[in-house]
Every structure is written in C-alpha cells, then in structure tokens.
C-alpha cells in the first residue's frame, strides 16, 4: 500500500469524491513524512471542533490527523499508551487514543475497532523496536522535561487537538 492508496481509502471511506483534497491529503502526507515511515492504515472520522470528518492515518512511525489542508496533528506512536473505543448515539464511534503527549478523541470513526486494534499493534511494535538494543541519549534533566511536555500541550492547543478546558487540566497535572 502506498500513501495515495492509503489517503483514497480513508476518503472513500468518508464519502469524499473530492479529488483536489484527495491530492492535498497525499501531499501533506508526504511532506510530513520521516525516513523510514510506511503507511499502515487509514480510516475517516472527526476531531470533536470540527463538523466534516478528516482523515487518519496511521504510519509505522505516527497517527495523523488530516483536515482541510492543514498541517497534520502527528501523535508519535512510541507515546502512545491506549486506543479504546466508545459508540454513542450522538456521535457514532469514539476513538479516543491516549498518548504521553495527552489525549484525543475522534468521533464518527469509520470501522473504528478494526483501526484501533491496528493502533494499538503498530505502537507496541514502534515500542518495542525502539527499546531493546537502541543506544540510550543523554537522559533530560526533570526541568528540561516538564518543558517539552508543556510546549507539546501547547501545540496540541494551538492545533486544535485539545480544548482550552482540557490543556488546563494537563497542565495542572504536569505542574502539581
């Protein structure tokens, strides 16, 4: 699979036809991509502050969310640490993937066990494979780390990825 097939199914799956943001999805795709990541899978589903569904797309490396063009919202899956899935009346299938770097619900997510399963493996084996025999950096002082998260919660703000009321929360329970 290669990254147009993996942005025309999650389109398909969203009843999109538009082929001008099919191209737009597989260039940003691409231009986001590091050395070494392959696409994995995608499905269609909407960030809670948006009424069109996105698309998500999952690599060996990352889970993106797609949307207008924009730049997407990338959640390292070395930091993920749960994908469950929730149905409720109002807003079909809840995705709600829990990561170091916070939590981000998507609604109405097409096939949404099936991609969550697929969440879950891709990030226990990006895990694992980074692990065991990985030469370890220099660890950050408690400092230095309190700081990337805070500016890792502030992007996810910025991207829209959190609510205003939920960075609050994260923060406060970085800080203390």
């Known amino acids: 699979m290669d990254w147009t097939d993996l942005i025309d199914t999650a389109f398909t799956v969203a009843g999109n036809t538009d082929r001008a943001n099919r191209a737009e999805a597989v260039r940003t795709v691409e231009a986001a991509v590091v050395d070494g990541e392959e696409p994995v899978a995608s499905t269609a589903g909407r960030h809670p502050d948006h009424f069109r569904k996105g698309v998500l797309v999952l690599t060996t490396h990352r889970l ?21 899935v929730n149905r409720t009346k109002l807003n079909g299938e809840v995705l709600t993937v829990v990561a170091l770097t916070g939590s981000h619900r998507f609604e109405d997510v097409a096939k949404a066990d099936v991609f969550a399963e697929r969440l879950r493996e891709s990030a226990r084996l990006a895990r694992t494979a980074a692990a065991p025999g990985k030469p370890a950096a220099a660890a950050p002082s408690d400092g230095e780390q309190l700081v990337g998260q805070l500016e890792r919660l502030a992007a996810l703000r910025a991207s829209g990825a959190l609510t205003e009321d939920e960075f609050s929360r994260a923060k406060q329970r970085l800080i203390g």
């Open 64 to 84: 993106l969310f797609l949307k207008d063009g924009k730049p997407p919202v990338p959640v390292p899956l070395t930091a993920v640490t749960g994908a469950t």
